[in-house]
């Protein structure tokens, strides 16, 4: 049986693999904020186990068994973020840890018991998709980050790139929320922030670094000058 920190390491992996196509060792340290010694420690108990594919200095891969593993984590992870968030009235910046506990208990057959209570949910408080109980795993919507929308646009956030702790503290003193309707008003060059109104007319300029961690659909789009 899996203990939570194997889980986890495959967790991060296949995150990694869906971002960058290519896990490294390096990557791993960052993403799970620890030492070398102690993911190569783990990737060669991975390996052993029949879950990764590793050599020293080559990418690291889940084979099919780690990568079941990973998305079974996964889909509990988010099935219980949209469980704090609808049914105990967590907000969308505190569940996140309370998911990293509760990934690690219960079963299939509970995960599709939380599931079907759910409603089948396809994605989680911070618009991530929730894999399948058959695995499946694809977003499937044609997102963007708000830094490389235009004047004119409109948009509606869909998605968060950052969904830590304080990034989402951060949209929430900005009143910005899933689901959310801005028009682009002004975009400015010199620093990448943009003015943007919302539905009830008030308007507020967003940094760079907000708007490249915010992920939209394009509702509405007008081509730019020439």
Do not use: C
């Not at 620890?34 to 020293?56: F, K, Y």
């Not at 973020?81 to 105990?88: A, G, I, P, S």
């Not at 690690?104 to 409603?119: C, K, M, Q, S, Y």
Request: no cysteine.
């Amino acid at each position: 049986m899996q203990t939570i920190s194997r889980e986890d390491y495959l967790k991060a992996i296949l995150k990694i693999e869906e971002e960058s196509g290519s896990v490294s060792n390096q990557a791993l340290v960052e993403k799970l904020n620890t030492r070398p010694a102690s993911v190569t420690n783990m990737l060669r108990t991975l390996s052993d186990a029949g879950w990764v594919q590793h050599e020293a200095y080559k990418a690291v891969h889940l084979t099919a068994s780690g990568k079941s593993i990973a998305l079974s984590t996964l889909r509990r992870h988010r099935l219980w973020e949209v469980f704090l968030v609808e049914k105990l009235d967590f907000s969308w910046d505190e569940v996140h840890q309370w998911a990293e506990d509760l990934e690690h208990v219960g079963d299939e057959e509970l995960t599709n018991r939380l599931d079907a209570f759910l409603g089948h949910p396809a994605f989680d408080p911070h618009g991530d998709p929730i894999p399948t109980a058959q695995g499946q795993w694809s977003d499937g919507r044609n997102l963007l980050p708000a830094s490389l929308t235009v004047v004119g646009d409109r948009i509606q956030l869909k998605g968060v790139v950052d969904s830590g702790e304080e990034f989402l503290q951060h949209l929430n003193s900005l009143d910005i929320k899933l689901g959310l309707i801005l028009e682009v008003l002004q975009a400015l060059d010199f620093d990448g922030s943009k003015t943007v109104k919302w539905p009830d007319g008030r308007e507020t300029s967003l940094s760079k670094q907000t708007l490249q961690n915010m992920l939209v659909e394009r509702l509405e789009f007008q081509e730019r000058e020439q």
